[in-house]
């Protein structure tokens, strides 16, 4: 979609400096773009392309503007400027609602007559799917469950049995909602299945990437507050809490009955065993392994950066040294 960069500048609350009547259709990045693009500078080291970039405009702060030659929109953060951007070029079809043909709609289930329900997919006994919602291709709502307005499953999703997704949430492909977690009773050796009888809820604007999976509550719900955004490959087990506007990267595993508190971020690769709290506002890096609550917001790192293999054993040598030192002191 073509905007000028007068609608632009308008729409994002930037200031303009130059042609408001130029448009762009399209975005870049800096160093490809081409006529009618529009890009962003956030990152200094790319600074080195402004002077070249053949793009009809950019997005950067204040202090960048002063060496743009072409078209600028000033802004406090342009990346997130940038984000701001993507809709208005980039609109999202309205569903279109209604049923495809090969889709199985359970005549118990209510399914709101602007939601769309696309080939392949099922719909069970007493499921509520409200209005302007997208049921993916091949996808599956199981009994009971609900999905609010303006919600949007891609392919081969599954929400389990009575779980609850809130309005305008969007599912990636291949995520499963609501599947047993892992409760095991070993009675003499022999494990015994513990039914999960709980479910996942889920609040509004929560975006769980592809092949995620959220495991149902064992008792009580698992619950995935408002804001929350999951990354690609995330396992989240059972009866987990994460609040508000917390984000969470790819492939982290989180044990079950952990309470997570609103507004974290949490790297990629992070694993939390279960049962612990995680305070408001805390950062946890990449690779880290979390075995103990934490308590205050701050920074939490753990795991030790790739070496050169060598300079590797130097440093396990130096560590396992350290350790006899300290038990011959005791």
Not at 30 to 54: C, D, M, V
Not at 133 to 156: H, K, Q, W, Y
Not at 249 to 260: K, N, R
């Amino acid at each position: 979609m073509a905007l000028t960069l007068g609608e632009l500048a308008s729409r994002l609350e930037a200031k303009l400096i130059g042609d408001a009547q130029e448009t762009v259709d399209h975005v870049a990045t800096i160093q490809n773009a081409a006529p009618g693009a529009l890009t962003f500078l956030s990152n200094t080291k790319y600074r080195k392309h402004l002077e070249h970039t053949q793009a009809s405009a950019v997005l950067l702060t204040e202090k960048d503007a002063g060496h743009c030659r072409i078209n600028c929109l000033v802004v406090s953060d342009p990346y997130v400027a940038y984000a701001k951007a993507l809709p208005l070029l980039y609109p999202q079809p309205e569903s279109a609602g209604g049923q495809h043909p090969s889709a199985f709609v359970d005549p118990a289930a209510r399914v709101d007559a602007s939601a769309t329900v696309s080939a392949h997919a099922v719909i069970g006994a007493g499921v509520v799917v409200a209005a302007g919602a997208f049921i993916g291709p091949g996808s599956c709502v199981l009994e009971n469950a609900s999905i609010g307005r303006d919600t949007r499953l891609g392919a081969n999703v599954t929400i389990g049995e009575d779980c609850q997704i809130g309005t305008a949430c969007q599912i990636h492909h291949g995520a499963v909602i609501g599947a047993d977690g892992f409760g095991f009773a070993n009675d003499g050796g022999q494990w015994i299945k513990v039914q999960q009888i709980g479910r996942v809820v889920i609040g509004d604007n929560v975006e769980i990437g592809a092949n995620t999976t959220v495991d149902r509550g064992a008792i009580d719900d698992t619950r995935i507050e408002s804001g929350v955004k999951i990354d690609n490959q995330v396992q989240i087990a059972h009866n987990v809490v994460i609040g508000e506007n917390t984000a969470i990267a790819a492939a982290t595993a989180i044990a079950g009955s952990t309470v997570i508190g609103k507004n974290c971020a949490i790297g990629g690769a992070v694993g939390i065993v279960g049962h612990l709290k995680i305070a408001d506002g805390s950062v946890i890096t990449g690779m880290s392994m979390v075995t103990n609550s934490i308590e205050r917001p701050g920074v939490y790192s753990s795991g030790m950066p790739a070496q050169e293999t060598r300079e590797w054993k130097r440093t396990m040598a130096c560590i396992k040294r350290l350790n006899s030192a300290r038990k011959s002191e005791q």
